[in-house]
């Protein structure tokens, strides 16, 4: 019985595991890139530790008045604010909650990509994973898991119980 339910549990973390992988591949290939929101310059649109995808197969040149674009400051900053024009010196962008628009126009070469959707509460968890006690739980739970499928057993055609190996 305790076989039979550890079994179970190996089954569903595994498929989980194998599931979310499977996703995050087929949104990388589709050139969908993931960003933690940390300020609340875009309020109730993209909260504070939401997560938003962002399709950076969408073109510059495709940028309308309205869209959530995401953009590069420097090397360490992106920024994801609302597009509040589009002239020909490029995209000028505002938090929808900050009073001014930001400083400088972007360009097409800092320009990531258009946001198509968000997650929220997602991005509290992407913040603890980067922390050494996210990466250590991270570790934990793969040789945790990769101990388990060492462990696990699946019955052959005659019934008898097998090591998977």
Do not use: W
Request: proline residues 2%; charged residues 20%.
């Amino acid at each position: 019985m305790a076989r039979k339910i550890f079994n179970t549990i190996y089954e569903i973390l595994s498929t989980i595991v194998i599931t979310i992988g499977i996703i995050l591949i087929v949104l990388y290939l589709c050139g969908i890139r993931f960003y933690h929101v940390r300020s609340g310059s875009m309020g109730d649109q993209l909260p504070v530790g939401c997560v938003c995808f962002v399709s950076t197969y969408s073109k510059f040149d495709n940028i309308e008045t309205g869209d959530i674009i995401s953009f590069k400051v420097d090397d360490d900053t992106f920024v994801t604010h609302r597009a509040i024009s589009v002239t020909a010196e490029g995209i000028h962008t505002k938090g929808d909650e900050n009073n001014t628009e930001d400083p400088d126009v972007v360009t097409e070469n800092n320009y990531i990509g258009k946001t198509v959707f968000a997650l929220p509460k997602v991005g509290e968890l992407f913040g603890f994973f980067k922390t050494t006690a996210g990466k250590i739980t991270i570790a934990a739970a793969l040789l945790l898991l990769f101990i388990m499928g060492r462990m696990y057993k699946k019955k052959d055609n005659s019934g008898a119980d097998t090591a998977d190996n």
